[in-house]
């Protein structure tokens, strides 16, 4: 659970290298396997609600995103 947010299945990971500095967000389901058919009824559901939610909120702070962005680049 990402810490005062609330939010359950969602971690943030950071990775740091010589040339390169990644932030993701991952949303994660426990106990599906990608290699049981049975699942993935189940599975595709969770991609496509989580997938639109994602997107929605990117679309939402997209333009600070950008001048952030450029902020940092220049």
Known sequence: MLPR??????DMKFEAGREYADVSLEINY???GMHRL??????FAF?????LQLQNNFL???DIL???ILALNR
Do not use: C, L, P
């Not at 947010?5 to 969602?10: K, R």
């Open 5 to 10: 947010t609330n939010i359950s299945h969602v």
């Open 30 to 32: 426990n106990d599906i």
């Open 38 to 43: 049975k699942q993935w009824g189940e599975i």
């Open 47 to 51: 991609f496509a609600e989580n997938m």
């Open 60 to 62: 939402d702070f997209s």
């Open 66 to 68: 950008k001048e952030e």
